[in-house]
């Protein structure tokens, strides 16, 4: 008995060791990070401007990788201080701030600001200083010529045809599948693009265009636009739109008492979307939303109960983790990943493993070994129900219980 008694005391002795080592190593980790100088990584959002409302979740989702990342002991036992500037939502002012963050912040690695024009110009600044940029959110990846670029925003290198196929995909699956439609686009880059390859896969796919119309980024004035799908009755509507553009054609619709079949939009901004009475219904396209299968992925079940609290306290009218994002927070796991792995902050090091490995994310497994350095088409299709967007095309990764909705 007494044999047995010393046994089990060595035991908890062992353990007690080992939990007092485990601290201890990691108020080392923590200390050694304070010690040294910080990672200063940089970057701009669109804080303010027609952007911002998406802005706004690219900026809290960065805030808690950042955090997360600190708390595990930083990069390199170094903490990491994020370096942000509000580009106003205008590539010019974006390429402006990067070069102040390279010359003047001296930050010792970028990170991409949000949207394909701002990123573009980001694109430039990076490659005239050989830097890596991770970015979250750039739509043309034929434009993305420069080898040290990396997406988190997992379109494939072909979205102007997968993405509309995708879509199209879902849309035939219905009982009444469309048979017309109508492609009303902005002129924002990224947006035009997909629209403009909609139209075409759409004339493949024997789809009867009944209405293409295009407007200028910045827009206010929707009611024309309305009227024109009212009269062409589309079965239907797609939707090239960021942020609050497809909500104020949807309220210009409103106002004029047409609701259409079925809209699909492309990058519509997702809580001011998902609050909207009209906009029940809605189709866009998604690598994740908070349900399964997706909350399996790496680093979705931490993050998305610190986005859904931290989204609260700002006051969005969204809090779930949407495609927006995860994107966003994909980003920092990419760049988090490379600067573990190469133990450098060196761009080229950092580049060339990400060229040669995969990075498990909240997203999915991502490679940059394709075109322009994308890998593959990631996108579903999901739709709004009950106020809340779920994947659901294809039926295999649809949310479990939940049916596409059709009129």
Known sequence: MKCILRSIGKANALVKTSVLLLGLLGLHLHLQAQSNPPIRIGSTLALTGPLSSTGIVHKLAGEIAVEDINKRGGLLGRRVEWVLK????????ARTLYEQLLNSEKVDLLMGPYATGAILSAFVVAERYNK???HHTFGIPSQAKYDKQFP???????????VPNTVFDAMASLPKPPKTIAIVTSKFPSVFFLSAGAREVAKQRGLQEVLYLEWDFGNRDFAPIASRIKEAKPDLLWIGDIGAEGNQILEAMKKIDYVPPLHTHVYPSPGIMAIAPEAQGSFAISPFEEHLPFTKNKGADTFIKAFDERAK???LPYTRVEVQAASSFTAWQMLEAAVTATKSLNDDAIAKWLKANKVDAITGRLRFDGPNNYGDDLMHVKQLQNGQWVVVWPKNLAAPGVKMQAP
């Open 86 to 93: 509000d580009d106003q939502s205008k590539p010019e002012v």
């Open 152 to 162: 988190a925003w997992a379109l494939g290198p072909n979205p102007d045809k997968t």
């Open 313 to 315: 306290q700002a006051g």
């Open 132 to 134: 890596v940029l991770i």
